[in-house]
C-alpha cells in the first residue's frame, strides 16, 4: 500500500475531483447515472450544505502514480441519536477494485473517528440518513431513480473484507402504475374519506408554509425509526429551493384530520431518466435537454422520496386509512400524465407497517441497499 497516498480535501478543487473519481469509478456501468455537478458541489460545500452545521465532516481522496483510484468521507452528526456505542460515519465510498486502495481509505476514516472518541462506524451515509445511505447490493440491473445511489458489484465484498458487517437494509419498492390497486384497497378507498378527514394537493400560493408542514410530519412520524436525524430549520428552507424546480404540486398530496396537516406524500418526477447522458454537466447544451425533456418530452418514472403519518394518528383508524388514499390519489393523477411506473424508497427492512401497505398496494422489492458497521474500540 505504499504506493497509495490518502490526501484531505480541503479546497473547492479537491471537492471538485472528490466528485469526478466516483464518476469515472462507474463510468463503464452502463446502468451508472452521474448526479449534476452543480448539486454536487452545494452537498459537499460547507458554505452552502446546513448539514455542516451540525457535524464534523472530513472527505479524502487516494490516490496512485498521480492519478485518483477511490474516495471517502467521514462525519460525526452531533444531531443523530445517541445509541450509547459512540457511532460516527462513513460515506461516498467509491474504489478502483483493489483491496489495497480500500484498505487505505478505511485506515484513515476509521483513525478519524477514533481520534474522535468513536467506538464504531456506520454506513454509507452521504451525509445524512435524510439523504442517500447504503450501499446497492441487489438491483444492478436497473438505473437509480433521483437521490438514490449506485454502486459497483464488487464494493460489498471489499467492505466485508475490511471487517464491515451488516447492520441494517433498506429496500426499494417499484409498482407499474398501469396496473389497478388490489380489489380488497380499492374496496376500502370506495367507502370514501372518514369524517374528519381532508385529501387535498399542495397549495403553492403557501409553498413555504407547506413545506415547513410536510417536514414538521416528517421528523414527527420518523422519530421512533432506526438511525433518524431530525431536519432543521435549515435544512428545510434548502429543501424548499431543492425541490422545487420539479416538484409537481399535482402529485404531492397532504391528509388533514381535524383540520390538522397529519399526512403526506410526495412523488418526484425522476429527473436520472431526464439526464442519463449528460455526464452530470448542463453546459453548454445540458439545461435544453433537461428542460425539453422534463417539459415536453416528459419522464415516465416516479419516485416516492418523503411520506409521513403523525405518530399521533398512525394507530387510529384514520391514520391509518391515510396512507392509502394519499396513494392513491397521487397514482391516479400520476397516470393521467402519463407516468409509467413508481419506486418508494427507502423502506427500513424490519418497518413491518409501511412494508405491509406497499405490499397491498401491489408493489414489491427490486432494489437492497446495506447499511454496514464495524466496531471500533
Known sequence: ????????????????????VGNRINAADPKYIAPLWMERRDALSPKKNPFFAHADVQLWLATRGGRDVGRISAHIDHLAPD???????????????????????????????KARGRRRALGPFNFSVNEEIGLLVDGFDT??????????????????????????????????????LPAPVRKRLARGLPDGMVLRQLD????????????????????????FAPVTEAETRQLARTMRPVLDRRLTWFVEIDG??????????NVNEAIRDLGGRLFPFGWAKLLWRLKVKGVK???????GVKRRYARTVRGMLAPFHLIHAARAEARRQGYEALEMSWILE???????????????IYKTYRIYEKNLA
Open 83 to 113: 445509541t450509547g456505542d459512540a457511532t460516527g460515519h462513513f460515506g461516498f465510498i467509491a474504489a478502483e477494485n483493489d483491496a489495497a486502495i480500500f484498505a487505505a481509505l478505511f485506515r484513515t476514516a476509521e483513525n478519524w473517528l
Open 301 to 307: 418514472t416516479l419516485r416516492v422520496p418523503l411520506m
Open 204 to 227: 403553492l400560493k403557501r409553498y413555504q408554509e407547506e413545506v415547513v408542514s410536510l417536514t414538521g410530519i416528517l421528523n414527527d412520524a420518523w422519530s421512533g425509526n432506526w438511525g
Open 1 to 20: 500500500m505504499t504506493d497509495i497516498q490518502i490526501v484531505p480535501v480541503t479546497t473547492p478543487a479537491g471537492r471538485d475531483r472528490f466528485i469526478a
Open 143 to 180: 438505473p437509480p431513480m433521483v437521490m438514490m445511489g449506485h454502486d459497483p458489484a464488487y464494493a460489498g465484498a471489499q467492505l466485508e473484507a475490511q471487517g464491515y458487517t451488516k447492520a441494517k437494509d433498506v429496500y426499494a419498492y417499484y409498482s407499474v402504475l398501469s396496473h389497478d
Open 260 to 269: 390538522d396537516p397529519a399526512a403526506f406524500i410526495v412523488f418526484l418526477p
Open 350 to 364: 424490519d418497518n413491518g407497517p409501511m412494508r405491509a401497505i406497499l405490499e397491498a398496494v401491489d408493489a414489491h
